[in-house]
């Protein structure tokens, strides 16, 4: 396996798992980006600012982790991953995960972290279609096409 990173893979989980549950206690929300970023509009008075303080931190925590997580964990790399895909294809690829959000009713980190959470059935519907086709397209990907 290339690239395993058990212990910022844990230290991510746990703070996935956390955040999940302080917007739960503290807003009564669930923690489908998704659903966050498709609700910011249209405006909603009192419901606007924790969606766009929520958003916000996903990149800049991208940020922090990629500027200062190498100094603290050696396993993480110290440049991000090149990927070999036009503009085009990334905002093709980008409306296939909308659209696939759409039609499920919710994006992975919706159905995966709360969905299960709260033993949803359709969110075990949804993450067991979302494995398998991770599964049928890496081994596409690797013994099909590469």
Request: glycine share 14%; hydrophobic share 55%.
């Amino acid at each position: 396996m290339e690239h395993f990173t058990p212990l910022t893979a844990t230290i991510g989980g746990v703070l996935i798992g956390l955040s999940a549950t302080v917007l739960w206690a503290v807003n009564g929300r669930l923690a489908g980006i998704s659903t966050i970023a498709g609700n910011v509009m249209p405006l909603r008075r009192g419901d606007l600012v924790w969606r766009l303080l929520f958003l916000a931190g996903l990149p800049l925590g991208a940020w922090a982790g990629f500027a200062f997580g190498p100094s603290f964990f050696s396993e993480l790399p110290d440049k991000a991953p090149e990927i070999g895909l036009t503009p085009v294809w990334l905002v093709a690829a980008g409306l296939l995960v909308g659209i696939g959000t759409r039609l499920s009713n919710g994006c992975t980190s919706g159905h995966g972290i709360c969905g299960l959470a709260r033993l949803s059935p359709r969110s075990f519907v949804a993450v067991g279609t979302f494995m398998a086709a991770a599964i049928v397209t890496v081994f596409i990907v690797r013994h099909v096409v590469g």
